[in-house]
């Protein structure tokens, strides 16, 4: 049997949750909502998550532009998306939801923009 203590995310109360993980079964306590079970069984089998970060921005107003993953991706290819995003360069104007980088770190997610850049 293994035992994880985790703090959860699914809401902004933050319960303390016990994980126990017997052969098969999962067992979540310390939860007030169905959230927190389904975010604990997540995290301990496939944990994920959104990434968020910005680019360079040639030709703009500002020099970089924000950025995410349009949903979340699995928690080991993390280093490997940041690396495609430090690399990325776009042009000016930038809108947000513009894909920045399609298929990021081959997750089949894709960085989108989370901030306007107008052209100088």
Known sequence: MEMRELTCIGCPLGCSLTVTMEE???TVTGN???????????????????????VKVEGGVIAKASVKTSSDIPKGKIFECMKEIRA???????????????????TG?????TKDVECL
């Open 24 to 26: 098969q079964t999962i």
């Open 32 to 54: 007030t909502c169905s959230r927190g079970e389904a975010y604990a069984k997540k995290e301990v089998t496939d944990p994920t998550r959104i990434v968020t970060s910005s």
């Open 88 to 106: 990325c360069v776009v042009k000016a104007p930038v809108r947000i939801g513009d894909v920045v980088i399609a298929n990021c770190a081959g």
């Open 109 to 113: 997610v894709s960085v989108v923009a």
